[in-house]
């Protein structure tokens, strides 16, 4: 499953710019402007481009997690890791570093597959130039750990993997909307769900500048603390949660 | 005096309002084979679950080794419970060299294992392919690695052919008489009986008797008479301050002892009375009918 995220991740990356540029090629045939061309590749675009785009595939990363972790208790494995010898804390950090893991693997495909990309669709460019905007890389890397985390922490809560995959699809497109639209603005952003979709916002093209909209091309710290807070809370919790329970 | 391998004091634990034990208190040295017996529901899984960390009481605590327990002392301990548990997907010897992992063994010592429990030909086998009595021996298996002090065995020949049954009651005899500790809990009274050198009777999470399997054996058994007139036999007997009980059984007076005595002793005794007794045989009480009295006076 690892195997294909990483093939689906590629695709995305590789495939992204002829995509888009097949959409735009079949809207100008109606259009009454020719569309520019363009390209999502060039250094210092690309690692927001290849972000956001890669932002989509969270999803799966965030069901690996889920499957790894309620196949411990659909097999009973973490009962016997922990009649064997394993601390029940060791045995939820042995998961959170498989978790930091995956993400770190996810953000370096991002990382190499922009500096391939990068370097070929880039005629003339800086060191400075081409790591310009690489504060993304880190921004992604905390938003699969973040979202995977979520998928972590309601696992080990709720432990039968279809109940899991339910829960986490609840929460995210049903009970967050409910809550974020009864709440003011400036509070609806930071809960997680928000806060993980705002870390990296709707990349500035060419095309979003024709139309005179224009999204945030950096990272704010504001949206990084609050993702850093819920990796902090749903791990605490999750401590907290097997100090006393039967396992 | 040596510090106990096991010291279980006052534990209770309820689901609900359910008491799955209750104020249970138990010590276990070195070197004992000590059996937990009860019937289904007794408390007897919970016990082992609480003292391998996976269940947490509501009061009372214990101590392995004179210790308050952590993950360490659970590396001297191999434990089997209720059923094996392993990762189906991945192979037998995988899954040991996991365990050993954990209990920081070295994995050398896996293939001499497996031959012990006869399943080194199916080594590389996925534990998912593997038959009920097939992942039994695979579990006694990840029970052994590590050199364990202590040997936990939950209902281990549960699921097993007569044969393989016999092949780990002498595994675990053998185990015992290398000085290891044995805590085998069992609804198979025989399976005690024959394995084990002390017993604790559990039933509704009470601890209703715990010691030497051989003295509940030995003590207050049954004395059987026969004589021609039986109704005299009995007056002449409820004199005797031994007694606790009498009955006939198939015309035969059957005796419970609250102590041993001398079967020379009686029909001497009651000869001197005229009494002439045409049978007379000491009963040895079985596990089982101990087992049976004693559950059915904590029914009352």
Avoid at chain 2, 54 to 64: E, P, Q, V
């Amino acid at each position: 499953m690892t195997g294909i995220y990483a093939a689906l991740l590629l695709m995305v990356f590789f495939g992204a710019e002829k995509l888009v540029n097949g959409v735009l090629a079949n809207a100008s045939t109606s259009a009454p402007v020719t569309m520019p061309g363009f390209t999502l590749y060039s250094f210092p675009y690309v690692w927001q481009n290849l972000a956001f785009f890669a932002g989509f595939l969270k999803i799966f990363l965030a069901l690996i997690v889920l499957f790894f972790i309620t196949n411990e208790f659909s097999n009973k494995t973490m009962r016997q890791n922990i009649m064997n010898g394993m601390s029940r804390n060791q045995f939820i950090l042995s998961k959170l570093i498989f978790v930091i893991l995956l993400s770190l693997a996810s953000a370096a495909i991002l990382f190499v597959s922009g500096l391939i990309l990068g370097l070929s669709y880039t005629e003339e460019y800086t060191t400075a130039l081409a790591l310009q905007k690489a504060i993304f890389i880190p921004a992604y890397f905390l938003e699969v750990l973040t979202f995977s985390i979520m998928a972590m922490f309601i696992a080990f809560l709720v432990k039968r993997s279809i109940l899991a995959i339910g829960a986490l699809a609840l929460y995210s497109y049903i009970i967050e909307p409910i809550i974020s639209g009864s709440i003011p603005d400036s509070v609806a952003k930071f809960l997680p769900g928000e806060a993980i979709g705002n870390l990296i916002d709707i990349p500035n093209s060419a095309l979003m500048k024709m139309f005179g909209v224009s999204f945030r091309e950096n990272v704010s710290p504001l949206d990084a603390i609050a993702c850093l807070f819920y990796c902090c809370l749903f791990t605490g919790l999750i401590f907290l949660f097997y100090r006393r329970k039967d396992i | 005096m040596q510090t106990p391998v096991l010291e279980i004091d006052h534990l209770s634990k309820s689901y609900g309002h359910i008491k799955a034990l209750d104020d249970f208190t138990l010590t276990i040295h070195k070197g004992e084979v000590f059996g937990i017996l009860g019937p289904n529901g007794s408390g007897k899984t919970t016990t082992l679950g609480i003292l391998l960390d996976i269940l947490k009481a509501d009061r009372g605590n214990y101590r392995w080794f004179g210790k308050l327990p952590d993950s360490y002392v659970r590396r001297r301990i191999g434990a089997l419970l209720e059923q094996p548990l392993f990762y189906p997907y991945l192979s037998a010897v995988r899954n040991l060299e996991l365990v050993a992992d954990i209990k920081g063994a070295k994995y050398d010592e896996i293939d001499g294992i497996l031959k012990k429990v006869g399943l080194y030909e199916r080594k590389t086998s996925k534990f998912k392919t593997f038959s009920l009595g097939m992942k039994q021996r695979l579990a006694i298996a990840a029970a052994l690695i590590g050199n364990p002090e202590v040997l936990i065995l939950d209902e281990p020949t549960n699921g097993l052919d007569p044969k393989s049954i016999a092949e780990i009651r002498n595994l675990i005899i053998d185990i015992a008489n290398k000085g290891l500790t044995v805590i085998l809990a069992s609804h198979l009274l025989d399976e005690v009986q024959k394995t084990c050198s002390h017993v604790a009777i559990l039933d509704k999470g009470k601890s209703l008797h715990s010691g030497k399997v051989e003295d509940v054996l030995n003590s207050s058994s049954q004395l059987e008479l026969k004589s021609e007139n039986m109704s005299i036999l009995k007056t002449a007997t409820s004199k005797f301050e031994f007694v606790s009980e009498s009955k006939v059984e198939k015309e035969t007076l059957v005796l419970s002892l609250k102590q041993d005595v001398d079967p020379a002793w009686v029909n001497k005794e009651l000869a001197g009375q005229g009494i002439y007794l045409s049978h007379i045989s000491l009963r040895k009480r079985s596990l089982e009918s101990y087992f049976l009295e004693l559950l059915s006076g904590n029914d009352a």
